[in-house]
């Protein structure tokens, strides 16, 4: 069966085609580092995570680029707040490591690079300059517009039509603008204290002149858009035309929308092949984010669940349908996830012992694995319908367990067949920890405990004022590729 997916752009069910037979261009858009990242953000990152690997297992190179957005107004409002740093670069630096390290704890792919924007303001301008050369995009007092009207096919992804879109952008962009819909690709100057206070903690002194960070530009000092950093960081690590692109179905209007505008006025070029819109998590009715504070950050999610129930439960609901969260539905996931592990645990123990058998056949049995992989399959191939895939995997730990309750002895070959369908498709296609996952898996709660308990050292050493021996602890953890990071709240890390 062909992979299928539901295409934003067209608003129907499409059969896959990547422009190349054996390469697919998967560009997500990532995360505004201006606050520690929660469930909402990485089911996002879970769901590009499986279509990631499922494409993989499908046979394709899977050049996967995910960005961070470390030029902000919401960065730049953090500024000072609990010893983040004295500037935008420094927040930024904090939280994108927060973000790595959350990444790497959900057991994600790692994508084939993460680019931020800081490092790709010569060709933010550079994409700047052709649309204005090609008549797209004008100055106005030192910032430049994208003007929509000069776009025929502006509103295409979104299905509005121009006469119907309000203005975008700041109230005070509007004396600048030819048209109230037109979009900022480069901002004249600094941060104004005005876009930093409506994000800025009130019990914070306030920022009262221009801040963050500015670059050199033929049109002045100032900043990227919002809109065309994803434009440019794409088309520099992937090419003019993605095969799919992945984003929160909260950015289809305005930020995917302008992608679409940006990159195909400079290029004219198709920009995404496929669209890909991910549901919003819920919580009591509303989406979770960080500005309701309705929100449980992915490390605090870890800690209390642990990673296998928090895949099990991305995978409980496909991607593009909304998703709640509660406490009702983290035990259902966390059933499901017990009711994998100990099948599979018992295939292993089974095979890995005396009582199962090469003359032993269950026609049954070896019938269910067969259906499994099918099933499974023609579920991921459904527009990524992990529900329906999860459903065939917890149908395999049905199977698997009655053939053990309802036999003396085994069949190892059937036995060996389940483990290594839920090793496939559990662990390399929904990134669980059976097989080799869950040696990984292991391995890394092994080196994380270590960790601690060095850190634990270094810290009674600090109390006694033994700081030089401290100090050699944390070159030690250095040399063996920990970044140890002391902060006001405490101690931190990551592997390198």
Not at 207 to 219: C, F, K
Not at 297 to 306: E, I, K, N, P
């Amino acid at each position: 069966m062909t992979l299928s997916v539901t295409n934003t752009l067209t608003g129907e069910r499409e059969e896959f085609e990547p422009r190349n037979d054996d390469e697919v261009l998967l560009y997500v858009c990532g995360l505004t580092v201006s606050d520690d990242a929660h469930l909402g953000h990485a089911r996002l990152w879970a769901h590009a995570d499986v279509m990631h690997r499922w494409l993989a297992y499908e046979g394709y190179d899977v050049r996967h680029v995910e960005n961070f957005t470390d030029v902000n107004e919401k960065i730049v409002a953090r500024i000072g707040e609990d010893e983040y740093g004295d500037s935008e670069a420094d927040v930024a630096e904090h939280f994108t490591s927060h973000v790595i390290r959350d990444m790497r704890g959900l057991n994600l792919k790692r994508a084939e690079v993460y680019p931020r924007v800081s490092e790709h303001v010569p060709e933010i301008i550079d994409l700047v300059e052709t649309l204005v050369e090609r008549g797209y995009a004008y100055e106005s007092n030192g910032s430049v517009y994208f003007d929509v009207t000069s776009f025929d096919d502006y509103g295409k992804l979104s299905n509005q039509q121009l006469d119907e879109i309000e203005t975008q952008g700041p109230e005070e962009e509007r004396s600048e603008k030819r048209h109230p819909a037109d979009f900022a690709l480069w901002k004249a100057g600094a941060v104004d204290p005005a876009d930093v206070a409506e994000h800025r903690d009130p019990d914070l002194h306030p920022i009262e002149e221009p801040s963050g960070q500015t670059w050199e530009s033929p049109w002045g000092e100032g900043r990227p858009g919002w809109h065309v950093e994803c434009s440019a960081m794409s088309m520099t690590h992937l090419d003019d035309t993605l095969d799919i692109h992945v984003g929160g179905r909260d950015l289809v209007f305005p930020h995917h929308e302008n992608e679409v505008a940006q990159s195909e006025a400079a290029t004219g070029e198709q920009f995404a092949r496929y669209w890909l819109h991910v549901g919003l998590l819920q919580t009591a009715g509303d989406k979770m984010s960080s500005s309701l504070g309705n929100f449980l950050t992915v490390d605090q999610a870890l800690d209390q669940y642990g990673v296998d129930v928090v895949r099990t439960f991305y995978c409980s609901t496909a991607y593009r349908s909304e998703q709640t969260f509660g406490e009702r539905e983290m035990e259902e996931a966390r059933e499901r996830w017990e009711r994998l592990e100990r099948a599979y645990e018992t295939a292993v123990d089974i095979c890995d012992g005396t009582d199962a058998y090469a003359k032993v056949e269950d026609a049954q049995f070896r019938e269910a694995i067969a259906e499994t992989r099918a099933d499974f399959e023609a579920a991921m191939n459904d527009d990524f319908n992990v529900r329906e895939a999860m459903a065939a995997l917890l149908e395999l730990a049905t199977a698997t367990n009655r053939h053990v309750d309802d036999h003396d002895a085994y069949d190892y070959w059937a036995l060996r067949e389940a483990i290594e369908a839920f090793e496939d498709l559990g662990g390399e296609v929904f990134g669980l920890s059976l097989g080799d996952a869950a040696t990984d898996s292991g391995t890394v709660t092994l080196a994380e405990e270590l960790v601690e308990l060095v850190l634990d050292v270094r810290e009674a050493e600090r109390d006694a004022g033994n700081y030089e021996r401290a100090d050699e602890l944390r070159d030690d953890l250095a040399d063996l590729g920990v970044e140890v990071q002391d902060e006001d709240d405490g101690t931190t890390y990551r592997f390198e």
